[in-house]
């Protein structure tokens, strides 16, 4: 064990971040519990080990916020946004913001786990210019002009019902469309999707 299996839980939901401290402790992690992304920022001095898990909403700084906070003050630790299915939109906004994956509530427990261990795992490579951009523009040009368009819903944050009004399309048929981009594009979850087409519109 090293300090940097550490995991920072931050949710203003006790019970949550018992639950939470509990799991990853029989996972085998280091963990520190947090109240509050205020808290939390508050004790956080020099360069953060680990990795964060948080809820995107909290009372006071919500988890965007604390992104942004965290950005802010040069803190390149990774973060683990916790959503509602109903927050596709702010699961976006955070990754934008930095956030290194996102996971829908409820979740099965090594859903989490592997998003943590992959995140402890990629952490010296936050900021870097991404090896696989030109495999992920390969794969985009081979979408169809509708499958474009569908992704380009799914990113904004949008669900498949206002996609597929402002498409006049059927939500069913989005759903067609939206298996057959994470098929074509290799997307094993809508976060792994959202980053990949985050990497294309971030390259120079």
């Not at 939470?20 to 508050?42: I, K």
């Not at 992104?67 to 003050?73: A, E, G, I, M, P």
């Not at 906004?93 to 427990?109: H, R, V």
């Amino acid at each position: 064990m090293t300090a940097n299996d550490l995991v920072h839980v931050v949710d203003d939901d006790v019970d949550v971040r018992k639950s939470l401290g509990f799991l990853l402790a029989t996972a085998d992690f280091a963990v520190r519990l947090h109240e509050s992304a205020t808290a939390f920022l508050a004790t956080a001095t020099g360069d953060l080990d680990g990795c964060i898990v948080t809820d995107v909403r909290m009372p006071g700084i919500d988890g965007i916020e604390f992104l942004r906070q965290l950005r802010t003050r040069g803190q390149a630790i990774p973060v683990i946004v916790m959503t509602g299915h109903a927050d596709v939109a702010l699961a976006v906004q955070a990754m934008k913001e930095g956030a290194s994956d996102f996971i829908e509530k409820p979740f099965d427990d090594q859903v989490l786990i592997d998003a943590i261990r992959s995140a402890l795992d990629n952490r010296n490579q936050v900021g870097a210019t991404h090896p696989q951009s030109a495999e992920i523009h390969g794969r985009m040009a081979a979408l169809s002009e509708r499958e474009r368009q569908v992704l380009d819903g799914l990113v904004s944050g949008l669900p498949n019902k206002t996609i597929a009004y402002d498409l006049g399309i059927s939500p069913r048929t989005v759903e067609i469309h939206r298996a057959n981009v994470m098929s074509k594009m290799g997307a094993g979850s809508l976060s792994h999707l959202v980053r990949m087409a985050l990497i294309v519109e971030s390259k120079p």
